[in-house]
T-cell receptor, first 115, second 112 residues
Framework: KQEVTQIPAALSVPEGENLVLNCSFT??????LQWFRQDPGKGLTSLLL?????REQTSGRLNASLDKSSGRSTLYIAASQPGDSATYLC??????????????FGKGTMLLVSP | EAGVTQFPSHSVIEKGQTVTLRCDPI?????LYWYRRVMGKEIKFLLH????????ESGMPNNRFLAERTGGTYSTLKVQPAELEDSGVYFC??????????FGQGTRLTVV
């Protein structure tokens, strides 16, 4: 059974700091890994998608890496801003017993960036 | 292009009542998923449609939950009768094959 763990559960940093969010998963047989952002009371916004054959993806100040063999991913946020404050979720897509694939989520990291 | 849309955004019902949640996926996405997040837990898979067919409903908590996707377009998730432990945020997502999943804003269900 696939399990996804995110560390830390919460993080508070001053504006401008570079930070790393961690995600680990127990079964390396995944199709891809997706990082999401969730603002309070809002839905999930996809930030980055890394296919299982890829090592990293970048979008603006965000960089996500994937080490499938060790079951780890990191989300690097450069020069953090107050607008980055949100909950960040990691999810892996893997095959289920049905033969189809779905996402398994971690509990998320709640990030607060103070001015 | 419109994203995944869910109705209502919030619903407060009494225990024993019935509630129906609706999801309109991105046009052309054959795959539609329902997920749920209860307080303090991670988002968990409920079921998966490919077009109008249920491919995997192993995540459905019990037979009080019924999902349909008539004509392979929008989907509904009915809870009847609702119990207190059904409270949470219900998310719908759609995708093309095994690529990026796009989520709706969720429906916050509160059963009192």
């Amino acid at each position: 059974k696939q399990e996804v763990t995110q560390i830390p559960a919460a993080l508070s940093v001053p504006e401008g700091e570079n930070l790393v969010l961690n995600c680990s998963f127990t079964d390396s047989a995944i199709y891809n890994l997706q990082w999401f952002r969730q603002d309070p009371g809002k839905g999930l916004t996809s930030l980055l998608l890394i296919q299982s054959s890829q090592r990293e993806q970048t979008s603006g100040r965000l960089n996500a890496s994937l080490d499938k063999s060790s079951g780890r991913s990191t989300l690097y946020i450069a020069a953090s801003q107050p607008g980055d404050s949100a909950t960040y979720l990691c999810a892996v897509r893997a095959r289920r017993d049905s033969g189809y694939s779905t996402l398994t989520f971690g509990k998320g990291t709640m990030l607060l960036v103070s001015p | 292009e419109a994203g995944v849309t869910q109705f209502p955004s919030h619903s407060v019902i009494e225990k024993g009542q019935t509630v129906t949640l609706r999801c309109d996926p991105i046009s052309g996405h054959d795959n539609l998923y329902w997920y749920r997040r209860v307080m303090g837990k991670e988002i968990k898979f409920l079921l998966h449609f490919v077009k109008e067919s249920k491919q995997d409903e192993s995540g459905m908590p019990n037979n009080r939950f019924l999902a349909e996707r008539t004509g392979g377009t929008y989907s509904t998730l009915k809870v009847q009768p609702a119990e207190l432990e059904d409270s949470g945020v219900y998310f719908c997502a759609s995708s093309q094959a095994t690529v990026e999943a796009f989520f709706g804003q969720g429906t916050r269900l509160t059963v009192v």
